[in-house]
């Protein structure tokens, strides 16, 4: 399907780009739009159309996802509704902006609520989606299709949003950090910085692999690494003695109170 995109910020590039990188649609099914004409250049040299004229953009879309602010959502949605064919899939990445709100926007179509984050870039997102329910169990099942081509996606329900949000969205920010304070100990004990990088990035994502493919609980592989008296089961015991699990869940927790309040 032709795919229109709202927004070529941070979380619409990744998208876009992941989409490309994909190959799962050709570059001139896409179309990208935002205010600033720069922002859309590297994309336009890509084959994608990009346009600043949102309008123009939706009228032969299959899908059209908005990566925009959550408070420029209903503006958007203002704009562009008259123009947008009886058939489309409307995907709002707007944190916060439920499916009821949506609805109120948009009226009665088929609408899609979704948390992905920034790893669509090289397709390995987790992309959580929830559907409003005016949508048939065909288009879920497009919906789910075409974002598991950015990495895994699944359809929840949408009272779980606000957490999945904190799971899968800020997650990415919480592992980096933990690479980034790994890398830097890792120059401590005599890397260079780009080596420990490299050497930390990679052991996260295997571990990451090995416990997605086998579905192992985590302290099942841990214990295959862990020996009486052995030097992996004192460091891990040292980082308990400093928080580090409570401070993991302590942070978890404290988003998750953030956003339902907001």
Do not use: W
Request: proline content about 4%.
């Amino acid at each position: 399907m032709n795919i229109t995109i709202i927004g070529s910020g941070n979380i619409g590039s990744a998208l876009v780009t992941g989409l490309l990188r994909e190959g799962y649609i050709a570059p001139g099914d896409i179309c990208l739009t935002d205010i600033s004409h720069d922002a859309l250049k590297p994309f336009a040299s890509k084959g994608v159309l990009t346009t600043q004229n949102n309008v123009e953009a939706v009228k032969n879309a299959g899908m059209v996802v908005l990566c925009v602010k959550p408070f420029l959502v209903r503006d958007v949605i203002a704009e562009i509704l008259p123009s947008l064919p009886n058939d489309c899939l409307l995907v709002s990445f707007a944190a916060g902006i439920t499916l009821n709100q949506l609805t109120l926007f948009a009226g009665k179509r088929p609408l899609f609520r979704m948390i992905p984050n920034t790893a669509m870039t090289v397709c390995q997102s987790m992309t959580c989606i929830a559907a409003s329910e005016d949508t048939s169990a065909a288009q879920k099942g497009a919906v789910l299709e075409f974002f598991s081509r950015v990495g895994k996606a699944m359809i929840i329900d949408e009272s779980l949003m606000n957490a999945a949000t904190v799971i899968a969205s800020c997650g990415t920010a919480f592992a980096l950090r933990y690479l980034r304070a790994s890398t830097t100990a890792g120059v401590e004990i005599g890397f260079r910085p780009a080596l420990a990088q490299e050497m930390i990035a990679q052991t996260m994502l295997g571990a990451a692999v090995l416990v997605a493919e086998s579905g192992n609980h985590p302290e099942a592989e841990i214990d295959k690494v862990t020996t009486p008296k052995g030097i992996t089961i004192r460091g891990l015991n040292e980082m308990e003695h400093a928080g580090f699990s409570s401070a993991v869940m302590q942070g978890i927790r404290a988003v998750y109170e953030t956003l339902n309040v907001l």
